[in-house]
């Protein structure tokens, strides 16, 4: 416990927490409403946001969010056609990148902040950030708060949903950008080439073990928190990169749930 | 009698293609309505047009005196014909019925005591008790049924749309249904409106057909509608109605 002496871990544990939390409980819609691949997209965009922040004279992490929202927008009101289509997401995904890298070329201030972006960094997470990181989350967390029931139910049957009268455009718009600004806020951390680890894996492994709502996503928090903890912790014993145990320990966690819903059955 | 929906020179379609062609008909508080016609010929598409989703290409309908909307969606139960249930659907039967439960309500999702003892009621009464713990991606075909129509008597509608409630049931099941219907319907006054490819299972429960085919339609008893003469104007070829006992069966005229 010597490692708590040092503020630096402090402030990544603060931060790991913060954001197990936040990518736990909306990874248990995305994967509900397979959303999976538009969460991996939003988190390439908000790389060509960061990269092409610097051309406009804004902070990377505002050209992100702004980048990540509009795009949330777009995919939110083109409907679920659009964001669950694998090929439409894979080929806007590739072009984020290619702007991010021209963007990278054209303004080279920012290159250690993309990398960053690209890979997150824990061990430099600022009392500031800290401070804008929780209060980012706890707006996403009450927005969701809010849509929440509507969103279970839009996200298990879209056709009945539609039927009661509810707006499914509505609905997937709003979750779109809570997803957005989520996704900017995880890949400070983790970076956006891991955001789909705590987006997508621990609710992944949840679901495999539970059976209704609430449970599925007090075990999705155990799950990330878990991973993230024991992510910092095993990347100070060995010196290995933090993303590297994370998304490690994301995979362990969902092969034991598979072989959870095996045993279960 | 009361009317509970309408239809003045409705036409319904998509984009550049005519599903139905000036449907007439009123439809009262309480009557039994059995939807027929073959694949395609717009049976889900004035269901959906009855919930509002879908607007009329021209004339129009009510729903309750209305037109359909948010506030008239609220008060049908509508069974949609049952699709698979992916893989990716892990949360049990209950689990699910409780999701059902209010779903346009903001904020988190809640179940008030109330809400759960009538989804109780509502499991034995399809008789689901037996498999509404196991996760619904291993249910089978009419176990997904019956948690379909169990959803679509939640909140106690006076309107009852069920889309193809037959598919996947064994014949003990749709024979129980169809009690099941009649015994609610004896207890309160509820219209229903089911689409379905036969209308023998339900000779003893439907009040009217409402015919489908060729874009064109005809109400009436199952003795008005079931003539040659008419299904043959309706289907625009020659058609024959068998009748053997109390059932009746249709079949193209190929031999003269």
């Not at chain 1, 040092?6 to 959303?35: D, Q």
């Not at chain 2, 909307?69 to 949360?91: C, E, F, K, N, V």
Request: charged share 10%; with cysteine.
């Amino acid at each position: 416990m010597v490692l708590l002496h040092y503020e630096f871990v402090r402030h990544a544990l603060y931060a790991g927490t913060i954001v197990a939390l936040l990518a736990g409980i909306i990874g248990y819609f995305v994967v509900l409403r397979r959303a999976g691949f538009a969460g991996h997209a939003l988190g390439h965009i908000s790389f060509a946001g960061a990269a092409g922040a610097g051309l406009i004279g804004l902070q990377p992490f505002l050209g992100q969010l702004l980048l990540t929202v509009l795009s949330a927008l777009g995919m939110g009101l083109l409907g679920e056609r659009m964001y669950k289509s694998d090929l439409a997401i894979g080929i806007v995904l590739a072009f984020a990148l290619g702007c991010g890298v021209l963007f990278l070329h054209l303004y080279t201030a920012y290159a250690a902040t993309a990398m960053t972006v690209l890979f997150g960094n824990l061990l430099a997470v600022s009392s500031e950030t800290l401070c804008s990181m929780l209060l980012y989350s706890l707006l996403a967390l009450l927005a969701l708060a809010f849509i929440a029931r509507p969103l279970l139910f839009c996200s298990l049957e879209p056709e009945l949903a539609q039927a009661k009268g509810i707006s499914l455009r509505f609905i997937s718009t709003v979750f779109m950008i809570i997803l957005a600004i989520s996704v900017t806020e995880v890949s400070q951390v983790v970076g956006v080439l891991l955001v789909f680890t705590l987006l997508v894996a621990p609710a992944a492994a949840a679901l495999n073990c539970t059976r209704t709502v609430y449970s599925g996503l007090i075990v999705t928090v155990l799950f990330a928190f878990t991973i993230v903890w024991f992510g910092i912790f095993l990347a100070f014993i060995t010196d290995w990169p933090i993303p590297f145990w994370i998304s490690c320990l994301s995979l362990l966690s969902y092969l034991g749930s598979l072989l959870g819903k095996r045993l279960m059955q | 009698m009361t009317t509970h929906i309408e239809f003045n020179d409705l036409s319904l379609g998509y984009r550049n293609h005519t599903v139905l062609h000036n449907c007439n008909a009123q439809i009262a508080h309480g009557e039994f309505i059995t939807i027929l016609g073959e694949n395609a010929s717009g049976k889900t598409t004035l269901l959906r047009a009855i919930l509002g989703t879908l607007p009329p290409t021209s004339g129009s309908i009510t729903v309750f005196k209305r037109t359909p909307s948010r506030t008239t969606a609220r008060h049908i139960g509508y069974m949609p014909q049952a699709q698979p249930w992916l893989d990716t659907h892990y949360l049990h039967g209950e689990a699910w019925l409780h999701a059902n439960v209010c779903s346009f309500r903001w904020g988190l999702p809640r179940i008030t005591q109330q809400a759960q003892d009538e989804c109780e009621h509502l499991i034995h009464l399809v008789q689901a008790q037996d498999f509404i713990r196991k996760p619904l991606y291993t249910l089978s075909g009419g176990q997904r049924q019956r948690l379909l129509l169990a959803q679509a008597l939640l909140g106690n509608p006076n309107l009852l749309l069920l889309d193809e409630p037959f598919m996947h049931l064994d014949p003990g099941f749709q024979t129980y249904m169809i009690t099941l219907l009649h015994t609610i319907r004896k207890a309160k006054p509820l219209t229903v409106l089911l689409s379905s490819h036969d209308i023998n299972p339900l000779l003893k429960i439907t009040d009217r057909v409402l015919y489908l085919a060729s874009g064109e339609t005809s109400i009436g008893s199952v003795a008005s509608v079931f003539t040659s003469e008419n299904l043959s104007k309706l289907y625009k070829t020659a058609m024959m109605v068998i009748r053997h006992g109390d059932y009746v069966f249709i079949t193209p005229r190929i031999i003269q």
